[in-house]
Nanobody, 116 residues
Framework: QVQFVESGGGLVQPGGSLRLSCAAS????????MGWYRQAPGKQRELVAT????????NYGDSVKGRFTISRDNAKNTMYLEMNSLKPEDTAVYYC?????????WGQGTQVTVSS
């Protein structure tokens, strides 16, 4: 079973940037489509972006389109989320998982706080 560990979150001012990383265990990461998800306080978890197994296709939620970029390096078993022009409404815990998500593969997530 593949496990995911997210990192790279932090406190950033509006308009700032962060780069999140998702490290996957095991040797089959390269076979999975993957996604970044986020959950803000009091809200349901939402899908932020997805990427196919070989990076040929990416998709973004409307709220992050044009600001966030998803990528992956299968040789390093790692996925990334480059976040630019951050807004206070991007504040959330960010998670990575397969696409579609597996209920038993959620990690601890990484907190992103956008505030002045």
């Amino acid at each position: 079973q593949v496990q995911f560990v997210e990192s790279g979150g932090g406190l950033v001012q509006p308009g700032g940037s962060l780069r999140l990383s998702c490290a996957a265990s095991g040797s089959v990461f390269r076979l999975y489509a993957m996604g970044w998800y986020r959950q803000a306080p009091g809200k349901q978890r939402e899908l932020v972006a997805t990427i196919s197994a070989l990076s040929r296709n990416t998709n973004y939620g409307d709220s992050v389109k044009g600001r966030f970029t998803i990528s992956r390096d299968n040789a390093k078993n790692t996925m990334y989320l480059e976040m630019n022009s951050l807004k206070p409404e991007d504040t959330a815990v960010y998670y990575c998982n397969r696409d579609p998500a597996r209920f038993d593969a959620w990690g601890q997530g990484t907190q992103v706080t956008v505030s002045s």
